[in-house]
């Protein structure tokens, strides 16, 4: 059985700060990594895919993968209260389907 | 920007009763997907589909469940006799398979509330 772990929450970080948010796998041949945002009541929202090993960015967003060390964690640089959400990793699980992860809650204080 | 839709935004039902929740995928999408959230957990695979039939299923989609795809645009999912467990979020999910074969991005419709009463 394939596992995605992350600590549930929540992560509160002032506004303007970076949130650190951690994922880790059990599959160690696990390919394909993403993050999803999701407001509560709300459906995922694809924030980021990562593929290979080091950081990825992409505007306040940086995704950093170690396959070595199975883990895939997502930095938010100044933080904004909009960002308070539930973070979800997913992995893929070999073109099939997406294992997702619990979540992680994210509260950013104004 | 396309994306996907889903109807209804929210099911109620009887135990015992037939619920189809229907969705349109991207248009140029090849894979499709439905997956589930109960409120406070993670979201749950139920089946994958590709080429008009099931790539793969979970545990969870048992023979209460069926997926369709009756024309060209809508993706269903069916349940034939709702359990008070079924009740959850449903999202349909569809991805672009030509990026590649595990380099797909999913993504997700706003969801089917299910309550079942």
């Known amino acids: 059985q394939k596992e995605v772990e992350q600590n549930s929450g929540p992560l509160s970080v002032p506004e303007g700060a970076i949130a650190s948010l951690n994922c880790t796998y059990s599959d160690r041949g696990s390919q394909s990594f993403f993050w999803y945002r999701q407001y509560s009541g709300k459906s995922p929202e694809l924030i980021m895919s990562i593929y290979s090993n080091g950081d990825k960015e992409d505007g306040r967003f940086t995704a950093q993968l170690n396959k070595a060390s199975q883990y895939v964690s997502l930095l938010i640089r100044d933080s904004q209260p909009s960002d308070s959400a539930t973070y979800l990793c997913?992995?893929?699980?070999?073109?099939?389907?997406?294992?997702f992860g619990p979540g992680t809650r994210l509260s950013v204080l104004p | 920007e396309p994306e996907v839709t889903q109807t209804p935004s929210h099911q109620v039902t009887q135990m015992g009763q037939e619920v189809i929740l229907r969705c349109v995928p991207i248009s140029n999408h090849l894979y499709f997907y439905w997956y589930r959230q109960i409120l406070g957990q993670k979201v749950e695979f139920l089946v994958s589909f590709y080429n008009n039939e099931i790539s793969e299923k979970s545990e969870i989609f048992d023979d209460q469940f069926s997926v369709e795809r009756p024309d060209g645009s809508n993706f269903t999912l069916k349940i034939r006799s709702t359990k008070l467990e079924d009740s959850a979020m449903y999202f349909c999910a569809s991805t672009d398979a030509r990026r590649g074969y595990s380099n797909n991005e999913q993504f997700f419709g706003p969801g089917t509330r299910l309550t079942v009463l």
């Open positions: 997913a992995v893929d699980n070999y073109g099939q389907n997406f294992v």
